[in-house]
């Protein structure tokens, strides 16, 4: 794709969202790293409604050991995956306390030593609670990026690289919430939403 293609397309994107931010809910870095946890294969509604709860009751490291398994699996139990999750979650929360005073790191290296917590989690802690400029490529995301030849790749790390290549610096920090949010409610993956999309003449390959 043409560098002046990309640059409208974010532009644009920017004009309709100037602010984009993640749809779950959470009001620390802790919070947001139990809520990416149990995000996986789940939607932001069902974690939203959990952590509601969850984190009323439990929303530091601390509090979550002293809460265990059990107490996290009955907090968590309508989420899919919710006895690995919580298991993870219980084996993060005591690598947290022991290695990092309870606070969360602030290097990808370290954010991926936690249980349950891969490249992709990494770098939306990394984006959304210390931002910095990383792109965190979901399904969406990498639907999008070759659907419309942003940076398009046959892997999640393919597309993650090509995007953090090609997207204009100063459109770097919020690239992929406004990647996220425009590919799950406009460029959906089986009916896209193309009458109504705002960068679909710059898109390269259109609706499939």
């Known amino acids: 794709m043409d560098q002046a293609n990309r640059y409208e397309i974010f532009r644009r994107l920017r004009e309709a969202l100037p602010e984009p931010t993640t749809e779950l ?5 802790f919070e947001l790293l139990i809520a990416v946890i149990l995000s996986a294969q789940s939607t932001d509604r069902s974690v939203n409604a959990a ?24 907090y968590i139990e309508n989420i899919g995956l919710y ?8 084996a993060a ?17 370290e954010l991926e030593e ?16 210390f931002g910095e400029p990383t792109i965190a490529v979901d399904t969406h995301v990498f639907r999008l990026a070759n659907r419309s030849g942003l940076a398009p790749g046959r892997t999640v790390r393919e597309v993650e690289e090509g995007l953090t290549a090609t997207t204009p610096e ?11 949010l425009h590919g799950r409610y406009t460029c959906t993956a089986r009916r896209p939403r193309c009458g109504e999309c705002i960068i679909a003449d710059l898109c390269e390959n259109g609706a499939d």
């Open 114 to 129: 936690l249980p349950g917590v891969g490249r992709k989690t990494a770098n939306v802690i990394l984006n959304t609670a």
């Open 25 to 29: 809910h959470y009001s620390s870095p």
């Open 170 to 180: 100063e459109f770097l920090r919020h690239a992929h919430h406004w990647l996220i």
């Open 83 to 90: 006895n690995n999750k919580a298991r993870n979650i219980i």
């Open 93 to 109: 929360c005591q690598i947290l306390l022991d290695k990092h005073g309870g606070e969360l790191p602030r290097t990808r290296a």
């Open 51 to 74: 952590t509601a709860k969850l984190f009323a009751v439990a929303n530091t490291a601390a509090q979550m050991l002293e809460l265990g398994e059990t107490g996290v699996k009955g």
